[in-house]
Each structure stands twice: as structure tokens, then as C-alpha cells.
């Protein structure tokens, strides 16, 4: 009778044991999906501080020029060819933050969540197909050719826009975080004015953040008494 009321016991603490890890393993966050947000995080943080630095270029070279004609011309040159440097230093990294880091960033995300590869596909077909037929068409702008191959690959960044819109109502959707649906907005809104296209990647790049501490904060477990 006591074994027949001890191996009962021993039953009931082993499912107990079972139903808590099950429970503990579904509430778990994947590592592939806080993976993908970190790096789909640091790839907008790579773009954003280029384009800060690209902006106080842009000021620099609006400064050379109108102070071009009350300066000595080397060292006016002289200036320039320092601001061409560093132009394509910071072209670099935003290409590197957007595409070598976001994008891949995405498709980690769709990988992990089937979900998210509707907007993973135009993200990538929209940007990477379009920025090379943009880099096509103004090296072959003096052809005829060029000028339409210039006005396709604007269209394909257009679905790029798109893919953006849909992956941020998916994030809101999913963690519900109204910051990813007003920078969803503001993507669309970019296309017109492109400041509101930078205010929403910042404000992606913000709820991200959000969303990775919340996914990494332990689930607090239930004690199952027997």
C-alpha cells in the first residue's frame, strides 16, 4: 500500500516537473527572433549616424560653396577633395547599416517567424533590386536606356516602402508597441518628405529596443504545489 502511494506521488511530481517546463519552453522568447532584432537594431543605428554625418556634410559642402568665391581656390579644392572622402566614408556605412546588417536582419526575422516573409520579400526586392537598377541608370543617364532604368529602380524602392510599411504593422501587431504602426505611417510619408522616412527608422530602431528588453526579461514562473 505505502509503495502502491509512493510510486503515486512519484507520478504526480514528474508530470508537475513536465507541465512546468512545457509551460516554461513556450514562453520562452527565440533566440533566433532577439537575434534578428539585435541586428536588424544595429544595422539602424549604422545608417542613422551616417546619415547625421552625411547631413553636417551636406551643410559643409552648401559652406564650400558659398565661400568658394571669397577664398583662395587650392585650399577651396583642397577642402573638397576632403569632403568627397569622407562622403564615401559615410555612404559606406549607412550601405553597410541598411543592407549588410538590416536586411539580413529581416530575413533572420522571417526565418524565425514565417510570418514576417511577406515583408521580408518586398523589403529585399524592393531595396537591393532597386538601389542597383538607381546605380545603373545614372551611370547610363546620358543614354535613353538609362533614364528608364532609372525610373524602374525608383518604382521597385517604392515596393521597398512597402515591405517597411507591412513589417512595422506586423511588429505592432505582434508586441504592441504603437511606435512601429507611427513609424509605419511615417515610412509611407517619407516617400514625400524624406525627414519623416528618417524619424521612423528611429523610431523603429527605439521600439526594437523595447521589444528585445521585454523578450529577454524572464518569465516569472508559477510554484505548483502537490
Same mark, same amino acid.
Given at each position: 500500500m505505502i509503495s502502491w502511494l509512493s510510486f503515486k506521488y512519484i507520478l @504526480? #511530481?514528474?508530470?508537475?516537473?513536465?507541465?512546468?517546463?512545457? =509551460?516554461?519552453?513556450?514562453?520562452?522568447? $527565440?533566440? #533566433?527572433?532577439?537575434? +534578428?532584432?539585435?541586428?536588424?537594431? =544595429?544595422?539602424? !543605428?549604422?545608417? !542613422?549616424? &551616417?546619415?547625421?554625418?552625411?547631413?553636417?556634410?551636406?551643410?559643409?559642402?552648401? &559652406?564650400?560653396?558659398? $565661400?568658394?568665391?571669397? @577664398?583662395?581656390? =587650392?585650399?577651396?579644392? &583642397?577642402?573638397? $577633395?576632403?569632403?568627397?572622402?569622407?562622403?564615401?566614408?559615410? &555612404?559606406?556605412? +549607412?550601405?553597410?547599416?541598411?543592407? +549588410?546588417?538590416?536586411?539580413?536582419?529581416? $530575413? #533572420?526575422?522571417a526565418r524565425a517567424n514565417p510570418e514576417f516573409s511577406t515583408a521580408s520579400l518586398l523589403i529585399k526586392i524592393g531595396y537591393v533590386v532597386g538601389i542597383i537598377l538607381v546605380i545603373i541608370g545614372l551611370i547610363l543617364i546620358p543614354i535613353i536606356i538609362g533614364i528608364f532604368i532609372l525610373i524602374v529602380g525608383i518604382i521597385f524602392t517604392y515596393i521597398g516602402y512597402v515591405g517597411m510599411t507591412i513589417l512595422c504593422i506586423k511588429l505592432n501587431n505582434k508586441y504592441k508597441n504603437t511606435l512601429y504602426l507611427v513609424a509605419g505611417i511615417l515610412v509611407i510619408l517619407g516617400i514625400f518628405i524624406l525627414i519623416l522616412e528618417i524619424i521612423a527608422l528611429a523610431l523603429l530602431y527605439v521600439a526594437l529596443g523595447d521589444t528585445i528588453r521585454k523578450l529577454q526579461t524572464p518569465p516569472t514562473q508559477e510554484l505548483i504545489s502537490v
Open positions: @504526480r #511530481d514528474l508530470e508537475n516537473n513536465i507541465v512546468v517546463t512545457m =509551460s516554461y519552453v513556450v514562453t520562452q522568447p $527565440s533566440t #533566433d527572433v532577439v537575434s +534578428a532584432f539585435q541586428k536588424m537594431r =544595429s544595422g539602424l !543605428l549604422l545608417f !542613422l549616424i &551616417a546619415w547625421i554625418f552625411l547631413m553636417v556634410l551636406g551643410i559643409w559642402f552648401l &559652406a564650400l560653396l558659398f $565661400s568658394g568665391a571669397f @577664398r583662395d581656390y =587650392s585650399s577651396v579644392l &583642397a577642402e573638397f $577633395s576632403i569632403w568627397n572622402v569622407l562622403f564615401i566614408i559615410g &555612404a559606406i556605412i +549607412a550601405f553597410i547599416g541598411f543592407f +549588410a546588417r538590416f536586411i539580413p536582419g529581416v $530575413s #533572420d526575422l
